[in-house]
């Protein structure tokens, strides 16, 4: 993506904003201005002085004047920026949220949760640097140059004219070259820091899995050298950083020694030569800030590009033509479906499968031979390469996602438990239920009596930082839920994979004695899992037969 096409699409989120932008722009500039007259003004009264004919209290009250504005000035426009700014990254943020809600599980599960984390978090925080620290100070600098060299002008026009290529050249040349320098560095930055990210998310992940197979030392030297990629690559940073500070103060310097000399060459009187000098040093506040901006803005762009190519993920499976609602299930019918995923060979091929309702049907065979794919076709994770998936005798695509979520209800191998009461866990399915409902779920799921056990019930809070829960206690509140939202259909993926034999089996019975009128997919590649179905089948190397 180019730059400039990046530019433009962060500055469409500004556009709504940019009364406000150019009041703390104004204010940046009167703040600027009120700096650069104080040294002024002192000159003014040595002059004076000098005259005899000084009045030092009435240049000391301009002074404080100039002093005061000054504070007023930046804290309103610091507060404006950086209140524009926070309010652009929420909306960005909401957008992100919108896009991954939009492109769904099925292409969210293919990635990196490190990266996410680095797009929600790093990569749009690193985005205040362009709303908050580049458009107003591009706009405060512009300002301030322009009424400084206006000034200096009324003096001496070569003098203005050197002021004007020294503040060009900290303002404009030095971010250019800064920023074509370090091109890559804003990348690499970012890479070392998701990859980073990454390693500590799965060493905490599989903490059990590392201290069982003694993986400690490797471990901890991949997340050393993973530390020192991202040590290197922040130096490399600070270097440039460097290299731009040095290189500003010297042109600063350069152009006022310049500007006296120059003035005194040509003879010109010495209050200018000095007025000249004097405004050289105190002017160049406002281009300083943005000698830096080349480099910073390498991080910034780098996440910007990465948030831009999020933002314009499209879906697997679009629902824009989709108009059909109901919560009824009455039928559903694999016709010929072939299905791969991306880049892979086929994994279903010529799949014809017929549910009808009150029908239990289980599907085993070996994992990674298809069969959780097969629930997340129904579910519309996907659409299949070949053949068609009906619901009702009605194509698929043309139900409501909404529709869906309704007339499914699905229970996984692992039930997540977010961070909150049991009742807002088990009450996901169905927000508005009643305390009762809520209650008969949980005993059909017998989980019932432990939830009483504990001190506050089902306000007790579970998840995160709350109160863990066991894998049986996971799935039997993944099973309430599942009780409560009372779908027509029932999709079962590997529900008791993770269980051992007595939890399996009371999960068991509560599934086969609460869903006598409910339609059923279940998948598993346990026996004793798939003896709860009416008629099962076996899927082997793609293909699907009853046994």
Same mark, same amino acid.
Do not use: C
């Given at each position: 993506m180019k730059t400039i096409d990046l530019v433009k699409w962060l500055l469409s989120f500004v556009r709504p904003m940019s009364g406000k932008i150019f009041l703390a722009a104004a204010l940046g500039i009167i703040s600027n201005l009120s700096v650069i007259a104080i040294p002024l003004l002192g000159l003014q009264a040595l002059f004076e002085l000098a005259k005899h004919t000084a009045t030092p209290q009435r240049t000391l009250l301009y002074m404080i004047i100039c002093g005061l504005i000054r504070g007023i000035a930046r804290y309103l426009e610091q507060y404006l920026n950086h209140d524009i700014a926070f309010r652009l990254l929420a909306r960005i943020r909401d957008q992100i949220f919108e896009t991954l809600r939009k492109i769904g599980p099925a292409k969210l599960s293919g990635r990196k949760s490190g990266d996410l984390i680095t797009a929600i978090t790093?990569?749009?925080?690193?985005?205040?640097?362009?709303?908050?620290?580049?458009?107003?100070?591009?706009?405060?600098?512009?300002?301030?140059?322009?009424?400084?060299?206006?000034?200096?002008?009324? %003096?001496h026009l070569l003098l203005a004219g050197i002021l004007l290529i020294g503040q060009l050249l900290v303002g404009v040349l030095l971010p250019i070259l800064g920023y074509q320098k370090s091109q890559h560095l804003g990348d690499d930055y970012q890479t070392a820091f998701v990859e980073l990210n990454q390693q500590i998310m799965e060493d905490v992940s599989s903490i059990q899995d590392i201290a069982q197979y003694s993986l400690e030392e490797t471990r901890l030297t991949d997340l050393e050298t993973a530390g020192k990629n991202l040590?290197?690559? %922040?130096?490399?940073?600070?270097?440039?950083?460097? *290299?731009?500070?040095?290189?500003? !103060?010297?042109?600063?310097?350069?152009?006022?020694? $310049?500007?006296?000399?120059?003035?005194?060459?040509?003879?010109?009187?010495?209050?200018?030569?000095l007025v000249g000098t004097v405004l050289s040093l105190s002017s160049f506040g406002s281009v300083l800030a943005l000698s830096g901006l080349g480099s910073a803005l390498l991080t910034t762009f780098a996440s910007g590009r990465r948030l831009y190519a999020l933002t314009q993920e499209q879906p697997i499976v679009s629902f824009e033509n989709s108009n059909i609602k109901s919560d009824t299930f009455n039928s559903a019918e694999f016709q010929e479906v072939n299905f791969s995923y991306k880049n892979t060979q086929t994994l279903l091929k010529n799949i014809s499968?017929?549910?009808?309702?009150?029908?239990?049907?289980?599907?085993?065979?070996?994992?990674?031979?298809?069969?959780?794919? $097969?629930?997340?076709?129904?579910?519309?994770? *996907?659409?299949?390469?070949?053949?068609?998936?009906q619901m009702n005798q009605q194509d698929l695509s043309i139900y409501t996602e909404s529709s869906l979520h309704h007339t499914q209800g699905v229970m996984e191998q692992t039930t997540f438990?977010?961070?909150?009461?049991?009742?807002?866990?088990?009450?996901?399915?169905?927000?508005?239920?009643?305390?009762?409902? $809520?209650?008969?779920?949980?005993?059909?799921?017998?989980?019932?009596? *432990?939830?009483?056990?504990?001190?506050?019930?089902?306000?007790?809070?579970?998840?995160?930082?709350?109160?863990?829960?066991?894998?049986?206690?996971?799935?039997?509140?993944?099973?309430?839920? $599942?009780?409560?939202?009372?779908?027509?259909?029932?999709?079962?993926? !590997?529900?008791?994979?993770?269980?051992?034999?007595?939890?399996?089996?009371?999960?068991?019975?509560?599934?086969?004695?609460?869903?006598?009128?409910?339609?059923?997919?279940?998948?598993?590649?346990?026996?004793?899992?798939?003896?709860?179905?009416?008629?099962? %089948?076996?899927?082997?190397?793609?293909?699907?037969t009853k046994k």
């Open positions: 790093s990569d749009v925080e690193a985005l205040e640097v362009f709303f908050a620290h580049t458009i107003s100070p591009i706009l405060i600098a512009f300002g301030t140059t322009l009424v400084t060299i206006g000034f200096l002008a009324s %003096y040590n290197l690559q %922040y130096r490399r940073r600070l270097t440039q950083e460097g *290299w731009l500070r040095v290189s500003s !103060e010297l042109v600063l310097v350069i152009t006022a020694v $310049l500007l006296f000399l120059v003035g005194s060459s040509l003879h010109l009187k010495g209050t200018d030569v499968l017929s549910i009808k309702k009150g029908e239990k049907i289980g599907i085993g065979g070996e994992s990674g031979n298809g069969k959780s794919t $097969l629930v997340k076709l129904l579910m519309r994770y *996907w659409d299949p390469d070949k053949g068609k998936i438990i977010f961070e909150d009461t049991i009742a807002a866990n088990i009450r996901l399915g169905n927000p508005s239920a009643s305390d009762a409902a $809520l209650k008969e779920a949980s005993k059909k799921a017998a989980i019932h009596e *432990w939830i009483l056990s504990l001190p506050e019930g089902y306000e007790t809070k579970i998840g995160g930082s709350f109160r863990s829960v066991s894998d049986g206690e996971r799935q039997r509140i993944g099973l309430a839920r $599942l009780f409560l939202q009372d779908a027509p259909l029932v999709l079962l993926d !590997e529900p008791t994979s993770n269980l051992d034999y007595l939890n399996e089996q009371a999960i068991l019975s509560s599934l086969k004695n609460s869903f006598e009128e409910k339609t059923v997919m279940l998948i598993s590649h346990r026996e004793t899992t798939l003896a709860i179905a009416d008629s099962t %089948y076996q899927l082997e190397k793609g293909t699907l």
